[in-house]
C-alpha cells in the first residue's frame, strides 16, 4: 500500500490550493483519513480528519478555511485550502488508516506549501 501527495507549492498570502492524496495497493477498505503539516523544529501536527462516514475534524487554526473531503471509489482525500496565512508554510502529510493487504497507518511523502509574498 501506498499514499502518493500532490498539489503543494508557492502561494501568496491569502491564495488557494488543493492537495490530493491517492492510495493505491491491495486496499478493502480505508477508515480514517487525514493531513497532518509539520514545520522545522516542531512536531507534526493534525490539521484535519476524515473519517469513512464523512465526518470531519480540524485544527482551530484552520477551521473555516480548510475542507477536507474524500473520494471513496478513488481511494483520495482531499485538502482545499482557502485565505492562506504566512503560518501555513509547512510539509503537509497526508495519513491513511488501510484495511487491505497488509493493514495499518501509512503516510504519503510530504508536499510543501509555502505562503509569501
Known amino acids: 500500500v501506498q499514499l502518493q501527495a500532490s498539489g503543494g507549492g508557492l502561494v501568496q498570502p491569502g491564495g488557494s490550493l488543493r492537495l490530493s492524496c491517492a492510495a493505491s495497493g491491495r486496499i478493502l477498505s480505508i477508515n480514517n483519513m487525514g493531513w497532518y503539516r509539520q514545520t522545522p523544529g516542531n512536531q507534526r501536527e493534525l490539521v484535519a480528519v476524515?473519517?469513512?462516514?464523512?465526518?470531519?475534524n480540524y485544527a482551530d487554526s484552520v477551521k473555516g478555511r480548510f475542507t477536507i473531503s474524500r473520494d471513496n471509489a478513488k481511494n483520495t482525500v482531499y485538502l482545499q485550502m482557502n485565505s492562506l496565512k504566512p503560518e501555513d508554510t509547512a510539509v503537509y502529510y497526508c495519513?491513511?488508516?488501510?484495511?487491505?493487504?497488509?493493514?495499518?497507518?501509512?503516510w504519503g511523502q510530504g508536499t510543501l506549501v509555502t505562503v509569501s509574498s
Open positions: 495519513n491513511a488508516d488501510v484495511r487491505g493487504y497488509p493493514s495499518g497507518h501509512y
Open positions: 476524515i473519517i469513512a462516514g464523512g465526518g470531519t
